[in-house]
C-alpha cells in the first residue's frame, strides 16, 4: 500500500466519517456491542475468537508460505507446524500442561520463542512471557508468582537463573506458610513440573556436548528443548485434546517491568490478546479513506516484515508476531539489534515493513544503508523524535509510517497515528481506535476535564486487561469496575479528538522502550551504598534511546568531606541490585539538598530539569567520573 507525498491536514476527510464508513454494518472493520463480565464493550464483530484457531486457520490457509527467517534458517508454516505440535505434546505429556495452565517462556527472539507460544496456544494453556532482561532471582519471581506449571529457558536465561541458585526452587511445594528470600509463597502455588532449555544463545546454537542440563541433577524435570521435540515428532495435533476455547478465556500473562515493586502479571483473555491484530489491519485503511482514497483490493502478495522489538513486549508478541501469522506474512527475527545488522537482514530478505523501539526506526532510517524494499515503518514503546516522520519520507516518499500508544494493561495500542497526520501532527500520540474510549480526567475529582487541558489518560475497550494476577488491591487501584485502565500518564485531547502525552504521573524513565522504576534504582542505591543521604532517580534526554537513567545523591553530612562517594561508587553500588539496562548512565553527586514541594516530597520537575541542564552542560566537556557501561 502506497502513500506518496504528504497530504495537509485540511484537505483530509475527517476521522469521524472515516471510523463511521469503516466500521459500518457489513465491513470487514464492523463494530458490535458485547457484555463482557458486566460491562457494555464495543468489539470486532470479525476478529478470530481464539489464538488456536487462528493458528490453525493460518497454518491451514499459508501453509506451504516462507514463515519465518531467523540466525541464517528459513522455515515455512507448515515447517513451524510441524515442530509446534512437537513441542505441544512434549509439554502435555511430559510437563502435564492442559488447558488453562500457565507457560513461562523467557528467551531472546529466537524461533523457538514463537514455537513455544503456539505450542502453548495450541494446547489452551497461558503463554506467561517473563522479561528475558530480568537478573535470574526476578525472572524466578516472576514464573512462582503466576503459578506456572512448566518453563521454558534459552541457554543464557538457564544459566542466570542457575546462577542465582533458583533452578532447584523452582520445583516441589512449601509449607503453605512459607515466604522465601525473594518475597514468594511456594505452597501458594506449588511448584513446575519441568523446564525445557532450548540450546541457543544469541551467538549460535550450544553444541550437544556442552549443554550442562542435560544429566543435571534435577533430571527429568530439566529436558533439552530439542530432545523433547524429537521425542514426540511424530504427534498430530489431532492427537491432542480439543480446549475449545472461548474469547474470554485467559490467553496470556505479559509482566509490568515492575515500576512500583515486583514485576507484577497483567492478564488478558484471547479476545483482550487479539485485539491489536484489528488495529493493526485498520490503520493504514483508515489512513487511505483519510486520503478520500478507495480501500484497495484484497491482496495476496506476502509481506516480510523485520521485528525489532523484543517478543516479551505487547508490542513484539501481539501487535507484531500475532499480527503478521495470522495475515500469512513473513516475519524476520533477529536475537540481538545492531544498525548494521538489522540492515543486512532488510537488505537480504527484501524487508517491506519493520516494527521496532523509536530510536532504533531512527538509526536505520538516517543511516548509510539503502533499503528500496522498505515502504513501512511502525514503533512505539518510547519517546520519539518529532523529526521521525520527515526523515523516513525523505527516505521512502511513498512509504506508511505510524506509531502507537498503548501498555501492557492495553495489550497493546489503543492509539495510533499514521501518514498523513503523523508529519502533520509529529507530537500527538494520535487518535483512539473505534473500539476503545479515551477520556482526561482529573485525578483528584475523577470528572472529565474540558477539551484541550491536562489530565490523566483513562482508556476502555475490549483489549483493556483482566487485570493483575493475584493482585486485588493492585487491580482496584487502576482497574475501574466499568472498564476503564488509569494509565497514569497525563495527555490532552484536541478538538479533533488527536491526544497527545505530556508527562508521566508514574515515576518511571523510559530508555529504548524499557519502563525503568525510578524508585527501584533509587532503592539499590541506598541499599548498596550507605553513605547517602538523599538520592532521586530522573531521566535525561537522549537522541537515541529517548531517555537515559540519571541519579542524583546526596552523601550524609559526615560523608560531605570524608570518605565521600565517587560516581564509580555509586555505580558500583547499583550494580548489585539493578539488571543493566536499568542502570543510570549520569551521576550527579553534589553537596545541597535535593529540592522539596511544601509537603516534604521531592519536587521531581524541578530535580528534572537541574539533571538535564547539568547534563548538558557536560556533555560540552568530559565527565569527572566513569559512565555506566551496558
Not at 513486549?313 to 527475527?333: F, N, P, W
Not at 498503548?406 to 501532527?425: I, K, M, P, Q
Not at 502525552?501 to 548498596?528: C, L, T
Request: charged letters at 20%; a neutral charge.
Amino acid at each position: 500500500m502506497e502513500f506518496p507525498g504528504v497530504v495537509k491536514d485540511s484537505e483530509l476527510r475527517s476521522m469521524v466519517q472515516v471510523d463511521s464508513l469503516l466500521t459500518s454494518p457489513g465491513s470487514p472493520f464492523e463494530v458490535e456491542h458485547r457484555q463482557i463480565r458486566g460491562v457494555i464493550t464495543r468489539v470486532w464483530k470479525n476478529q478470530c475468537p481464539s489464538l488456536r484457531d487462528g493458528w490453525l486457520n493460518t497454518v491451514k490457509t499459508f501453509g506451504a508460505r516462507t514463515y519465518i527467517v531467523a540466525e541464517g534458517e528459513t522455515y515455512t508454516y507448515n515447517e513451524i507446524h510441524a515442530r509446534v505440535v512437537a513441542v505441544a505434546a512434549g509439554l502435555a505429556r511430559e510437563f502435564n500442561v492442559q488447558k488453562g495452565d500457565r507457560v513461562a517462556i523467557v528467551a531472546r527472539n529466537h524461533v523457538e520463542y514463537i514455537i513455544s507460544f503456539w505450542a502453548v496456544a495450541l494446547l489452551g494453556g497461558v503463554a506467561a512471557l517473563v522479561n528475558a532482561f530480568l537478573e535470574g532471582s526476578a525472572i524466578y519471581h516472576c514464573i512462582r508468582d503466576v503459578g506456572c506449571k512448566a518453563a521454558i529457558f534459552d541457554v543464557e536465561r538457564y544459566q542466570r537463573v542457575h546462577q542465582a541458585d533458583c533452578i532447584g526452587k523452582l520445583f516441589g511445594p512449601a509449607p503453605k506458610d512459607a515466604v522465601d528470600d525473594f518475597g514468594c509463597v511456594p505452597g501458594a502455588h506449588g511448584g513446575l513440573y519441568g523446564v525445557a532449555v532450548i540450546p541457543r544463545a544469541f551467538d549460535g546454537v550450544v553444541p550437544q556436548g556442552s549443554r550442562p542440563w542435560i544429566g543435571s541433577r534435577w533430571g527429568k524435570q530439566v529436558l533439552d528443548f530439542d530432545d523433547m521435540s524429537r521425542r514426540h515428532a511424530g504427534a498430530s495435533h489431532s492427537d491432542l485434546a480439543d480446549p475449545k476455547m472461548v474469547p474470554e478465556d485467559l490467553a496470556t500473562v505479559l509482566f509490568t517491568s515492575g515500576t512500583t515493586g515486583r514485576p507484577k502479571g497483567v492478564c488478558a483473555t484471547q479476545r483482550q490478546f487479539l485485539v491489536p491484530h484489528m488495529i493493526g489491519l485498520y490503520q493504514p485503511a483508515r489512513s487511505v479513506l483519510r486520503r478520500n482514497l478507495p480501500l484497495p483490493a484484497p491482496s495476496d502478495q506476502q509481506s516480510a516484515v523485520l521485528l525489532l522489538v523484543p517478543l516479551f513486549h505487547s508490542t513484539g508478541i501481539q501487535s507484531c508476531m500475532a499480527a503478521i501469522t495470522l495475515k500469512g506474512d513473513k516475519l524476520a527475527l533477529m536475537p540481538k539489534y545492531s544498525v548494521d545488522a538489522a540492515a543486512a537482514v532488510i537488505q537480504q530478505h527484501q524487508i517491506n515493513s519493520m516494527v521496532g523501539i523509536g530510536f532504533m526506526v531512527r538509526e536505520l532510517i538516517t543511516s548509510k544503508h539503502e533499503f528500496p524494499s522498505l515502504t513501512g515503518v511502525s514503533f512505539g514503546g518510547s519517546t520519539s523524535a518529532k523529526e521521525i516522520p520527515g526523515e523516513f519520507k525523505a527516505k521512502s516518499p511513498n512509504g506508511f509510517i505510524a506509531q502507537g500508544y498503548g501498555a501492557t494493561e492495553t495489550n497493546g495500542s489503543v492509539c495510533g497515528l499514521g501518514v498523513d497526520d503523523f508529519v502533520n501532527r509529529p507530537t500527538s500520540t494520535g487518535t483512539p481506535a473505534p473500539v476503545n474510549q479515551i477520556v482526561i480526567m482529573d485525578p483528584k475529582t475523577g470528572c472529565e476535564v474540558p477539551r484541550g487541558q491536562p489530565g490523566e489518560l483513562w482508556v476502555s475497550g475490549p483489549n483493556v486487561a483482566l487485570g493483575y494476577w493475584g493482585r486485588p488491591e493492585a487491580t482496584r487501584e487502576v482497574f475501574t469496575p466499568d472498564g476503564f485502565y488509569k494509565s497514569g500518564d497525563i495527555a490532552r485531547m484536541d478538538r479533533d479528538g488527536f491526544v497527545y502525552i505530556m508527562d508521566r504521573s508514574k515515576h518511571i524513565i523510559i530508555r529504548g522502550g524499557e519502563n525503568i522504576s525510578g524508585p527501584e534504582v533509587e532503592n539499590a542505591i541506598y541499599e548498596g551504598d550507605k553513605r547517602i543521604l538523599d538520592c532521586a532517580a530522573v531521566p535525561v534526554p537522549d537522541a537515541r534511546l529517548g531517555e537515559k537513567v540519571a541519579v542524583v545523591c546526596i552523601p550524609k553530612p559526615e560523608n560531605l568531606r570524608h570518605d565521600r562517594p565517587t560516581e564509580r561508587d555509586i555505580l558500583a553500588a547499583a550494580a548489585k541490585f539493578l539488571p543493566k539496562f536499568a542502570m543510570p548512565e549520569f551521576v550527579w553527586i553534589r553537596d545541597e539538598p535535593l529540592e522539596r514541594n511544601p509537603s516534604g516530597k521531592v519536587d521531581r520537575a524541578v530535580v528534572k530539569e537541574a539533571t538535564a541542564k547539568r547534563y548538558a552542560e557536560l556533555q560540552g566537556g568530559q565527565q569527572s567520573g566513569p559512565r555506566a557501561k551496558l
